[in-house]
C-alpha cells in the first residue's frame, strides 16, 4: 500500500516559482511516509503537483510513483485483484507495457477508456490522475472504500480554488492557509455517529471525502462526481444450491486474488470461523508452493486470569486458534498486548486516524500491527464477513427488528450514555439527536425497499444496508490506519464488491437457515474448516478484562478533568464523568458495536480530549 498527496488549480502557474511549492508538496507527502516508507516521489506540472509514498509489494524495482505515460500522470494506493483480465484486454487492443507494475496497468487503462476505467477495477484503491493536455485532475475511490481518499478547497490571496487532497487529513493540512477547524457539525459527528462518521464527511470543518465506488473530476468547470457502482436491491432467484455454489465461489476466488504479491504474505487468525477460512484457503494455495503461511493471534496480558464470558464474547480465542495452527500446520504467533502499551497508544491511535477512534480496540490493533510488520508486508484479514453473512446480533433479535424507541442505528441503539456525561449547554448546542435522526434517515433512503419484502425482511434489509454504509466502514477506516501507520497492507477479501452485491440481495431464510447465524458462510466453508470451528459462536475481537486497565483509564481521565486547561471541559459535565469512573462499568451494554463499553468510554473521552489538543 501507499499513501497519495497533491494540489490542483487550473489559474495556477505553480512552475514560476517551483522551489516554493515543491517545499508545500514534500512538507505534504512527509506528513503521510508512514504509509509507504520503501520509496517516495513527486511530479511537478504548472497546475498540479503530485506525491507519492510507496509500500513495495508487487514489482519492486520498476513500480516507481508518480508515474506518467502519454498525457497522464498517476498516483495510486491499493491493489488490483483482476490485473491479469485487464493486462490481456490491452494487449489485444494493441497496449504494451514497460514494468510489471499494476501503476502502469491503471494509466493505460485511463488512457484507453478514459475515467469510466475504474468500473472495470476489482481492487481496493485511491487514485489521482492528472490527465494534462486538459488540464483536468481525476480522484477515484474503491467501491467499499476500503482506501481512504480526503480533500479541501482554499481561496488563497494567489490562487482562488485550490483543490488539495491526500490519503490523510493531517497531509491537507500541511498546505499553506489549511488549517484544522472544527463546527457544531464536527461535535455531532464525534459525540452523535462517533466513532462512525457520515459518508463523505472529514468531519473536519471544509474536509471532504471522495465516496465509496465514485470519481471526482477537477477542472474549470468546477468539481464533478460520479457515482460509477451503487448497492441495488433485487429479487433473488438462485437455489438454495445454487446460491450456495455461488458463494463459495466467490469468497474462494476473492482470497486467492488477494494472494497476489511478490513478497510473503500471512493472516490474522482468532480462530473465529472468518480468519479461519480466510487462513485455510491460503495455507493450502501457499502449500502447494511448498510454504507455509504466517499466522498471528492477538490477546492481552493476564487476559486468561480474568476473563468473564458475556453474550458478545463467549470464550476464548487460543483454545480456537491453536486448533487451526494444528489444522493449517502454519506459523504462528501469539501477541500479546499490555495494559499500558493499550492506554499509552490512545494518543497515537488519534494521530493514525486525525479522529478519535474506536478507543482500545483501536490502540491495541494497532500495537499488533506494528508487531506483525516485523514479519511480514501483507496481511490477509477476516474482516466484513460479519456485516455482509449477518453475524451481528442485531440482523436476528427482535429488539433490533422492531425496536421499542423508533428506527435508528443498531450499532448505537440509544444516545443515552454519551448524553449523560456532556454539560447541558453543550447538549442544548449542538442538539444530538436530531443530527443522528437526520444521518440515520438520510441513509435509509437511499435503501431500495423491494415490494416482496415484508416487515421483517425490510428491517433486515435496512439493517444490512446501514451496517455495509456505517459499521462495516468503520472497520475497514480502523484497519488501513492502524495497518499503514506502521507500514503494514492489510487485505480484507470479504470486501470484495462482487460478494458484498451477490450476499446483499440473498434471502434471510437461506442466510440463517435452520436458525444458524452465518449459515452460507459456514455452509460454503466445509471442506475448509475443522467442525468446532464450523460452528464456533461468534467471538468478536478481543479486549482486555484486566481490572488494572480500568483503574488506569480512569485516573488519567482524572487527571484530564483536574486540568483546568483540558478542551474536554467544553464539552463534558466534571462532576458526572467523576462520578461515573468511580461507579462500576456494564461490559455487557456496549454503547458502540459489541466491544464499548464503560472502560472505552473512558478511553473515547481521553482520545477526544487529546484531538482537541493537538488540533487546537
Known amino acids: 500500500m501507499c499513501g497519495i498527496t497533491g494540489f490542483y488549480n487550473y489559474k495556477a502557474s505553480y512552475m514560476s516559482n517551483e522551489p516554493y511549492w515543491g517545499n508545500v508538496i514534500d512538507s505534504m507527502m512527509k506528513k503521510i511516509l508512514h504509509r509507504g516508507p520503501d520509496d517516495n516521489g513527486t511530479m511537478h506540472y ?42 490481456r484486454d490491452l494487449e489485444y487492443k494493441g497496449h504494451s507495457f514497460d514494468t510489471t507494475s499494476d501503476t502502469e496497468v491503471l494509466l493505460e487503462c485511463f488512457l484507453e477508456y478514459g475515467p469510466d476505467f475504474v468500473s472495470r477495477l476489482n481492487g481496493i484503491f485511491a487514485i489521482a490522475i492528472y490527465d494534462i493536455s486538459h488540464e483536468t485532475l481525476y480522484l477515484f475511490r474503491d467501491h467499499m472504500g476500503v482506501k481512504p481518499l480526503y480533500y479541501t478547497t482554499y481561496d488563497n490571496s494567489t490562487y482562488k480554488g485550490t483543490f488539495i487532497f491526500a490519503s490523510e487529513m493531517k497531509s491537507l493540512f500541511e498546505f499553506p492557509g489549511v488549517s484544522p477547524h472544527i463546527t457544531r457539525e464536527s461535535f455531532c ?25 465514485s470519481y471526482l473530476a477537477v477542472n474549470k468547470y468546477g468539481i464533478n462526481t460520479v457515482k460509477y457502482w451503487r448497492l441495488k436491491s433485487a429479487p433473488h432467484y438462485d437455489s438454495y444450491e ?39 484457503i491460503c495455507a493450502r494455495e501457499l502449500k502447494k508452493r511448498g510454504q507455509k503461511i504466517n499466522t498471528f493471534s492477538f490477546d492481552f496480558i493476564k487476559n486468561n486470569e480474568y476473563f468473564t464470558p458475556s453474550s458478545f464474547q463467549p470464550a476464548e480465542d487460543r483454545p480456537y486458534v491453536e486448533t487451526m495452527v494444528k489444522y493449517t500446520d502454519s506459523n504462528h504467533h501469539f501477541l500479546e498486548c499490555s495494559t ?8 497515537d491511535s488519534v494521530i493514525s486516524r486525525d479522529l478519535p477512534t474506536m478507543a482500545d480496540v483501536d490502540s491495541s490493533l494497532l500495537y499488533f500491527c506494528s508487531l506483525v510488520k516485523d514479519y511480514n508486508k501483507v496481511v ?30 443498531c450499532f448505537t441503539p440509544t444516545l443515552a450514555p454519551r448524553k449523560e456525561l456532556l454539560n447541558k449547554d453543550f447538549l ?80 434471510w431464510s ?35 478484562y484486566n481490572p488494572e486497565y ?67
Open 380 to 409: 490477509l484479514t477476516g474482516e466484513c464477513a460479519d456485516e455482509i453473512f449477518g453475524g451481528y446480533p442485531w440482523f436476528h433479535r427482535d429488539e433490533f427488528l422492531h425496536p421499542a424507541g423508533g428506527e435508528t442505528f
Open 189 to 213: 459527528e464525534v459525540f452523535g455517529t462517533g466513532p462512525a462518521k457520515t459518508s463523505g464527511k472529514g468531519v473536519f470543518a471544509n474536509v471532504r471525502e471522495v465516496l465509496p465506488a
Open 46 to 87: 504548472d497546475k498540479c503537483f503530485l506525491a507519492h509514498t510507496r509500500l513495495s509489494i508487487i514489482d519492486l524495482k520498476t513500480g516507481h510513483q508518480p508515474m506518467a505515460k502519454g498525457n497522464a500522470c498517476i498516483v495510486y494506493n491499493g491493489e488490483i485483484y483482476n490485473l491479469q483480465e485487464l493486462i
Open 428 to 507: 442544548d448546542w449542538i442538539n444530538l439527536d436530531e443530527y443522528v435522526k437526520n444521518a440515520y434517515e438520510t441513509s435509509v433512503k437511499e435503501i431500495d425497499i423491494l415490494p416482496s419484502d415484508n416487515e421483517t425482511e425490510t428491517n433486515r434489509r435496512k439493517i444490512s444496508y446501514i451496517n455495509l454504509r456505517w459499521f462495516m466502514q468503520t472497520l475497514l477506516d480502523r484497519m488501513d490506519r492502524t495497518s499503514m501507520y506502521n507500514g503494514l497492507e492489510a487485505r480484507v477479501p470479504f470486501a470484495d464488491y462482487r460478494i458484498v452485491e451477490y450476499v446483499f440481495n440473498v434471502p
Open 510 to 544: 437461506m442466510k440463517a437457515r435452520n436458525g444458524v447465524v452465518k449459515n452460507l458462510l459456514r455452509e460454503a466453508a466445509k471442506d475448509y474448516l475443522p467442525d468446532e470451528i464450523l460452528y464456533r459462536k461468534k467471538s468478536p475481537y478481543p479486549k482486555t
Open 242 to 280: 445454487d446460491t450456495l455454489e455461488k458463494i463459495s465461489s466467490l469468497v474462494s476466488d476473492a482470497i486467492k486474488r488477494q494472494m497476489v504479491s511478490d513478497v510473503p504474505i500471512a493472516a490474522f487468525l482468532s480462530g473465529g470461523l472468518d480468519s479461519s477460512l480466510v487462513t485455510s
Open 340 to 347: 499500558k502499551t493499550q492506554a499509552d497508544l490512545l494518543f
Open 550 to 616: 480500568e483503574e488506569l483509564l480512569g485516573n488519567r481521565l482524572k487527571d484530564i478533568l483536574h486540568d483546568a486547561q483540558s478542551p474536554l471541559h467544553f464539552c463534558v459535565d466534571k462532576d458526572k464523568v467523576l462520578t461515573f469512573i468511580d461507579k462500576n462499568k456494564d461490559y455487557g451494554k456496549p454503547w458502540y458495536g459489541q466491544l464499548m463499553a464503560g472502560p472505552q468510554m473512558m478511553a473515547y473521552l481521553i482520545q477526544v480530549n487529546t484531538w482537541l489538543s493537538l488540533y487546537r
